[in-house]
């Protein structure tokens, strides 16, 4: 009997190591959505839940305009308040100038979007359906390129506007391991674990491919000495004591040392210029929020990396999230846009 006993403790304590293994591994592992997004040039993340809650009493309701009222009113879809988590990834397109742009997109979006009143709508706006896997793909045209869109798990859907069904396929093949804690495609195994602990948003990779312009990155107006194509690690995380303020980082990941060292004396320069310029700008949300950013700002370099790191009050950020922000939001477009 004592033999027994030691041998059902030994098990209980092995298999309690192994949850243990199992929930740290899980902790440090990407987010699901994130996960299941195809092979890409760059990836973007939100998590929106701890930001409602971390602005709450600084976000002001939207706006609608009429198109995504009609969609909130078919769909019973908000995406301000149902979305819980959007992720990202952005593909190069060889035709900077094709139906496209320069950068084409496939998201993962997670939340309350389920139900049939969501799939009729999808339904009733494709021109043409794919069954791929035991899920229905819907091809919904949108100013000359189809968008795709497929329901992938009861609280997630998946939309894309890549050329080709290869990128929505790839997301529904993954979503049969997102099981797997570090599963996901080689640029987010290359680079997750570089993102900060407890960033409520990051991207990793080509992340300044939606801001390029010939090939070089403009932010608020500003030519950074970048290339679109440059490795970055951004994040925005809350600081301490939370609630306090919002610490933004951006890594750029330069070729060699004497490259970096010269994007970060380029950065500096243009930081200091642009502190002098931002005191002449009216006052408005953004350009609060963007004086707050430029006071705060310290450039530094490390080997081959160059890092901006800046601070900002939560009620700032909550001001220029407001109603023109939020219904330009990458969730609320997809759904103005497969509403054309």
Excluded: C
């Excluded at 994007?263 to 200091?272: G, H």
């Amino acid at each position: 009997m004592h033999r027994r006993t030691r041998r059902t403790l030994l098990v209980v304590a092995g298999v309690l190591a192994l949850l243990a293994v199992a929930i740290f591994l899980r902790s440090k592992a990407p987010p699901e959505a994130a996960r299941l997004l195809p092979e890409s040039d760059g990836i973007i993340y939100f998590n929106l839940k701890p930001v409602r809650t971390f602005l709450k009493k600084d976000l002001k309701p939207p706006t609608r305009v009429p198109e995504y009222q009609e969609f909130v009113d078919a769909t019973g879809v908000d995406w301000e308040r149902d979305l819980d988590s959007a992720a990202i990834a952005l593909h190069r397109m060889p035709d900077p100038n094709g139906p496209n742009g320069p950068v084409a997109y496939s998201m993962v979006l997670t939340g309350k979007l389920t139900g049939k009143r969501l799939n009729s709508w999808l339904d009733s706006h494709a021109t043409t359906r794919e069954l791929y896997a035991g899920h229905t793909i819907y091809d919904i045209p949108s100013e000359n390129r189809v968008v795709r869109a497929v329901q992938v798990g009861y609280d997630m859907i998946a939309v894309s506007n890549y050329p080709t069904p290869e990128k929505i396929h790839s997301i529904v093949d993954r979503h049969r391991t997102a099981a797997l804690p570090f599963a996901g495609s080689s640029l987010l195994s290359a680079h997750y674990s570089e993102v900060p602990l407890l960033s409520v948003a990051w991207g990793v990779g080509q992340v300044g491919l939606p801001f390029s312009e010939s090939g070089s990155i403009k932010v608020l107006g500003l030519s950074l000495p970048l290339q679109d194509d440059s490795t970055i690690i951004a994040s925005i995380t809350p600081g301490l004591p939370l609630a306090n303020s919002v610490r933004l980082r951006v890594e750029e990941i330069a070729p060699d040392e004497a490259k970096a060292a010269s994007q970060a004396a380029a950065l500096s320069t243009i930081v200091i210029l642009a502190r002098d310029v931002s005191i002449q700008l009216s006052s408005n949300p953004a350009n609060n929020a963007l004086r707050e950013i430029l006071k705060s700002t310290q450039i530094s370099q490390k080997r081959n990396r160059v890092s901006a790191t800046a601070t900002l009050a939560p009620g700032l950020l909550g001001q220029i999230t407001d109603d023109k922000n939020l219904s330009n939001s990458p969730a609320t477009r997809t759904a103005d846009h497969a509403s054309d």
